[in-house]
């Protein structure tokens, strides 16, 4: 059911936000190039990988989310909210593997 | 007037929760711009170092800095309901694992704000 | 002691408004001294519940300075600053006049969630034996001293927010007995107290917790639900 594909995917998230965050953090040093990015991501089956998979798990996290929010604060429930949120969740998974396709290959 | 203007909201773990769902919405919002921005790598990296300069400006810097303290806060809000959910904190250790949480955003952000400068 | 309390109480239905009274304070005077004192001396028609006044019952319970409290066990020493208190009916439920509010949706869905023991052996049958030390009694024993007053239901943002939550009661009662042996509706309730108006609503607020007058955790039997459905779910029973 959601609740546990939010949780699974939320412990899953928790290391690649680990991660990423760490990398950013060491990695922004008064600033980021694209040839900086793009030196260390381009043609990186590592990144691409680990990229790949942090978008899918946003793109199912973050939907699930919204859905409660918008049942609870916007008293929007049923099956036009549920569609919405989906939506927002393959549009999530589209731009983000597009971005990680931009920047590994 | 409503006979209900009531004060729930006098204690750590109902702003942990309000914490956790703002920062979640304002994520989800910032998301597709992130990827976005970095799409335009796909027209060349001359393409994303225009974006970047674009970036250079304080609002948006201090933007960013907002945005890792947002994750952050996110995380640890986040670690805090599976260590409850899972299991099964009684009362919470009495908010210590919201100082913590707390902390660790905190210093997420700031190691990140130094770091930009 | 000389000095008068100002109280402002609801007066009205969902469409009422605060009338101010002056009551004399006196010694160890609780939130329904001040009540009862004002339906007595001062105006008969206030609508109000008690029934035992020692904080066994839980009819009492109404919102005192914006927090949902027992009126009989709240003194007003504790929590009036200066010399003032506000006093409002139960929030989250429908008002039926003044103080009082309609439980009916309270205890609808108790019964919603399955909240009641659905037996399995007979008079005929020998005793259950349950250990008192077992983990599964432990948890019925943290949450089975519920009086059904409705503080944490009144507290609940979730409540608010979404009106088919079954709300703090409800879900901590329902847990009580996913941890009896000797109940058999288990796959029932598990179903009944699953989805979106069920444990999976929970956001770990914790003021229901924070508000309990008996010092339950409905938060902690709500994780607990959150628990044995994934469970059941992850073994295809549910």
């Known amino acids: 059911m959601l609740w546990i594909a939010q949780r699974a995917t939320a412990a899953l998230l928790a290391l690649c936000v680990a991660v990423h965050l760490a990398t950013m953090i060491v990695v922004v040093r008064g600033g980021l190039t694209a040839t900086e990015i793009l030196g260390r991501t381009r043609g990186s089956v590592g990144w691409a990988a680990f990229y790949g998979l942090f978008v899918l798990a946003v793109a199912v996290h973050a939907p699930i989310g919204l859905r409660t929010v918008a049942g609870e604060w916007l008293q929007w429930r049923g099956r036009g909210a549920d569609a919405c949120c989906a939506i927002i969740g393959v549009l999530m998974l589209a731009l983000g593997w597009r971005a990680v396709a931009a920047v590994t290959i | 007037m409503s006979p209900t203007t009531w004060r729930g909201r006098d204690h750590p773990a109902y702003w942990a929760s309000i914490v956790h769902r703002i920062s979640g919405i304002l994520l989800a ?27 250079d400006r304080p609002w948006v810097k201090a933007s960013e800095i907002a945005l890792v303290a947002l994750l952050a806060a996110h995380l640890t809000g986040g670690l805090r309901l599976l260590l409850v959910e899972f299991v099964g904190w009684r009362r919470e250790s009495q908010g210590m694992l919201l100082a913590v949480a707390g902390g660790a955003a905190a210093f997420c952000a700031l190691a990140f704000a130094l770091n930009l400068f | ?169 409800a879900l901590n009662r329902a847990w009580t007995l996913v941890n009896d042996s000797r109940d058999g509706d288990r796959s029932a309730r598990l179903a009944a107290v699953a989805g979106d108006a069920g444990c999976h609503a929970c956001h770990t607020q914790s003021t229901c917790t924070e508000r309990c007058p008996k010092l339950l955790s409905p938060t902690a039997s709500i994780a607990g639900l959150k628990r044995a459905t994934a469970r059941a779910v992850l073994k295809g029973e549910l």
């Open chain 2, 29 to 55: 919002l910032f998301l597709p711009l992130h990827f976005l921005a970095l799409g335009t790598a796909l027209s060349g990296a001359a393409s994303l170092d225009g974006f970047l300069a674009w970036t």
């Open chain 3, 1 to 169: 002691m000389e000095s008068s309390l100002q109280v402002d109480v609801w007066r009205g239905g969902a469409q009422g408004a605060y009338r101010r009274y002056q009551v004399p304070r006196q010694d160890a005077q609780t939130v329904l001294d001040v009540v009862t004192w004002i339906q007595r001396r001062l105006d008969p028609t206030l609508a109000y519940r008690f029934a035992c006044r020692v904080g066994m019952c839980g009819s009492c319970a109404m919102t005192v300075n914006g927090r949902a409290r027992w009126s009989c066990r709240t003194h007003v020493a504790k929590v009036a600053q200066d010399n003032r208190l506000t006093i409002a009916p139960l929030a989250k439920l429908p008002i039926v006049r003044d103080l009082v509010t309609d439980m009916r949706e309270f205890f609808d869905k108790w019964a919603r969630a399955k909240g009641q023991f659905s037996p399995t052996t007979t008079r005929h049958d020998d005793f259950a034996r349950i250990a008192p030390a077992s983990a599964a009694r432990k948890e019925i024993d943290a949450a089975i001293e519920c009086i059904g007053c409705g503080i944490c239901y009144a507290s609940c943002d979730v409540v608010a927010w979404n009106p088919a939550y079954l709300g703090p009661a």
